[in-house]
């Protein structure tokens, strides 16, 4: 399984100038054995003055919602957060998990995972980190509503000494090393620290983070900048960028022109009709890269009518998402009939979906009791790209007699507006390329929040299969789950899968240094350009 993970995600990163690690936990063919100790890998060593510059300045169009792990559930946080803290384990790009915090680590049981962490890592405020820091980790995790998630396997921790713990499971749990690995909400935090600062209030912590990642917290302007700095003292030597600022602009076309006038160093995904002027600037150099995302329209089951099943096949029969890749994206994506995104383990090409289908639309329309259409519905969204999504699904529906409302929101607010009960439908992205359950459990098991479960769906029996899957160490029988999985919601549909994009990231020509991954996060740290 390994193997196949390793090719299709090579696949995927034909188009990249760069190396790339992946995320994907082993298997019960795959898992790391038991005593199996890892070597470390070193980074580069800083770049010194000459004509490298090492303050790098990333574009974006949405701003960090927390710098606290423990606070956010979005991919602008998560952008940050890796910068400046670390995690117990990470994989490259074989598929393969390698030490961070924990130099070596043992499964003891089904359920039992030992860890021996790295001596002499100093958190910024030059603490020493030790066993106390990853058990108060896990369990402020377990408390916080938007994280809790990440951790509803663990039973509880054990401190055998201050360089080992002890993880115990409720049960068999096959996503384990990846979500110790990837996911940002177990980023190991200093406990004294952070007890002081939640002891004064919500947001202490993330108005002054502390991490051991290879970049410090500088300074945070919201809607305008988030700034860290380099971590000398960084225990896996000190990175290459001096500092890395990402920078918001929201208007997409004018972030842009602030890559082309070298306000900043690099845009991710430039949007479709900028494309052309970026690939013909001679100060700027581009790749194209498939995303491991999922972009949806998703609609709540907790608000009427979205609770009929076949207004919500109307809905899906009656958009054309055809043109929205070549209207919106010029192209540069492809439609998704899963839930999963195309590189993802398990993804089942198989599924026919909703194809545009006017008399389809209408024939399920009456169905759901409205032969003449007459419906007013809202999709609240946030972004330009998005928006215009929304404005063609507008003019899409208004052909079968449903008159839409746009709902447009700056990201934050969005995030809160689409994390309860009162929305109706909404546009969103879900990255993870890596780990089947990840695109499961979080956004579709009836015991998950509003704030992953944004389509507020409750269903036994799919919640059940979850389950099934999630615990299951047997690949082959977990991959044939995640196929009747996959062909459960789309039956439904809770969400409209709309496109798998393939972005064109745009950068200054002399930006060099930076890790491309399709699946998470870039890597920055070693940043730098030549001038």
């Known amino acids: 399984m390994k193997r196949l993970f390793a090719l299709t995600l090579a696949l995927a990163m034909m188009f990249s100038l760069f190396a790339g690690c992946s995320k994907e936990e082993p298997t019960a063919t795959t898992a790391a054995p038991a005593g199996d100790n890892k070597t470390d890998t070193t980074t580069a060593a800083p770049v010194e ?10 574009g974006v169009t949405s ?11 979005d991919t602008s946080s998560g952008k940050v957060l890796h910068m400046m803290f670390d995690t117990l384990l990470y994989m490259n790009g074989d598929g393969e998990y390698e030490p961070c915090l924990a130099e070596s680590w043992e499964n003891t049981s089904d359920t039992e995972y030992v860890f021996h962490l790295r001596k002499g890592v100093k958190f910024h405020n030059g603490v020493e980190m030790t066993a106390k820091d990853v058990k108060f980790t896990i369990e402020r995790c377990m408390e916080s509503a938007k994280t809790a998630q990440a951790t509803d396997s663990v039973d509880h921790v054990e401190i055998i000494d201050d360089y080992t713990v002890k993880i115990v499971t409720k049960y068999p749990f096959a996503p384990f090393y990846s979500t110790v690995a990837a996911s940002t909400k177990l980023a190991i935090l200093p406990s004294e620290y952070v007890a002081e600062c939640d002891a004064k209030s919500d947001t202490a912590f993330q108005e002054a983070p502390i991490g051991t990642g290879p970049m410090k917290f500088d300074s945070w302007a919201p809607n305008n900048y988030f700034k860290v700095v380099r971590n000398d003292d960084y225990w896996n030597g000190a990175p290459v960028a001096t500092s890395i600022t990402v920078r918001v602009i929201p208007e997409a076309t004018s972030l842009t022109i602030a890559l082309e006038t070298g306000e900043v160093d690099i845009v991710e995904s430039v949007q479709a009709v900028d494309i052309q002027r970026v690939k013909d600037n001679a100060d700027l150099k581009w790749i194209e890269q498939v995303q491991g995302s999922v972009t949806y329209l998703g609609m709540n089951y907790a608000k009427e009518p979205y609770n009929n099943t076949n207004l919500r096949k109307a809905i899906a ?3 054309d998402r055809e043109a929205i890749i070549d209207v919106i994206l010029e192209g540069n994506g492809s439609i998704l009939n899963s839930v999963f995104p195309p590189m993802m383990p398990a993804y089942d090409d198989s599924i026919e979906g909703y194809n545009y289908d006017i008399e389809k639309a209408k024939h399920y329309l009456a169905e759901a009791g409205y032969p003449d259409g007459g419906l007013t519905l809202e999709i ?3 972004g330009d790209e998005r928006n215009r999504i929304a404005q063609l699904i507008q003019s ?3 052909k079968i007699g449903i008159e839409i409302t746009i709902e447009l929101l700056e990201w934050g607010a969005y995030l809160e507006y689409v994390g309860g009960t009162s929305h109706e439908m909404f546009i969103l992205g879900w990255s993870n390329a890596y780990e089947p359950d990840g695109n499961m459990f979080d956004t579709f098991h009836k015991d998950r929040p509003s704030t992953t479960n944004r389509s507020n769906f409750r269903n036994d029996e799919i919640s059940a299969k979850i389950e099934e899957a999630r615990q299951e160490l047997d690949w082959t029988k977990r991959e044939a789950l995640y196929k009747e999985l996959q062909a459960m919601i789309m039956a439904e549909p809770v969400w409209v899968p709309l496109f798998a994009k393939t972005a ?8 060099e240094g930076v890790e491309f991954e399709p699946i998470t996060q870039f890597t920055y740290v070693n940043a730098y350009v030549n001038e």
């Not at 701003?63 to 559930?73: A, C, E, L, M």
């Open 49 to 58: 003055s000459g004509n490298k510059r090492t303050d790098i300045v990333i």
């Open 63 to 73: 701003d960090v919602v927390s710098p606290d792990p423990h606070n956010q559930n």
């Open 317 to 319: 029969y009656g958009i």
């Open 380 to 382: 609240a969204t946030s």
């Open 396 to 398: 899409d529906l208004s």
């Open 504 to 511: 064109v990231i745009g950068m200054n020509k002399g930006l």
